[in-house]
């Protein structure tokens, strides 16, 4: 950190940032194995994706509305970029908590991979966890914990210089793709975890456009450079 912060926001960041780790932990534990739970035969689907939707929903407006560099800059104004990042941190790791925690087994299994092929789809999820830690390992780790909200200035700032190294020279949002191969290398795919996989994924593809809004107008001309020179945003070769 860059000064001295006080006690009482230094815990609220070091509880945000446990509450990430505990989320994130909860999350994997949830989407490799809990996951594979499959409601009983004869019931209805409806009910359970109505909940399981509803559950994601909350999660995704938190991280969108939130995320607006408007209303970031408002909320930066009104009780400070420590007490904002770190708030932002904890309400966004419960609710991942409750979504994966609380998400309903729907029925059906779609496919169950085995022999060389579990191995290939095992393969895939591995290397998408591996792309996700090096792409938020560039980042910054403690930024994205909540630890260091010092890098949350506005990106022309110079001490947040737009980010093109390493995966981000292959598409423009490689924890996205990393996610991708996380959540569809599933080598047995239930229903249970086919919706998570695919409100996620449809979540990100949506998002994408507007995060990329806000990016041009903090970074201006260098983003635009970057994304000429970077073409695909998620998945090489197709977004």
């Known amino acids: 950190m860059a000064h001295d912060v006080p006690t009482p926001i230094r815990v609220l960041q070091v509880t945000g940032a446990l509450l990430f780790v505990i989320s994130l932990a909860t999350g994997g534990h949830a989407y490799f194995w809990r996951f594979d739970a499959v409601a009983p035969v004869g019931t209805s689907p409806w009910g359970p994706a109505a909940i399981d939707i509803a559950l994601f929903s909350a999660f995704a407006l938190h991280h969108s509305v939130l995320a607006r560099t408007r209303l970031k800059q408002a909320l930066h104004a009104l009780v400070g970029i420590e007490v904002e990042r770190a708030v932002y941190v904890i309400v966004a790791s419960v609710l991942l908590l409750a979504c994966t925690r609380l998400w309903v087994p729907l029925p059906g299994t779609w496919y169950a991979l085995s022999g060389w092929a579990w191995w290939v789809g095992s393969a895939v999820q591995a290397a998408g966890v591996i792309?996700?830690?090096?792409?938020?390992?560039?980042?910054?780790?403690?930024?994205?914990?909540?630890?260091?909200?010092?890098?949350?200035?506005s990106p022309r700032d110079e001490a947040k210089p737009l980010e093109t190294r390493g995966l981000y020279r292959l598409v423009r949002h490689p924890i996205y793709f990393g996610w991708l191969l996380l959540v569809g290398g599933a080598p047995l795919m239930t229903s249970t975890r086919l919706l998570f996989a695919v409100i996620s994924v449809a979540y990100l593809v949506v998002a994408i456009p507007f995060e990329e809004r806000s990016l041009v107008a903090n970074f201006g001309s260098p983003y635009e450079a970057y994304r000429r020179q970077v073409r695909w945003r998620m998945l090489p070769g197709i977004y």
């Open 131 to 153: 792309v996700t830690l090096l792409a938020a390992r560039t980042l910054s780790l403690k930024e994205l914990m909540g630890l260091d909200p010092s890098r949350q200035v």
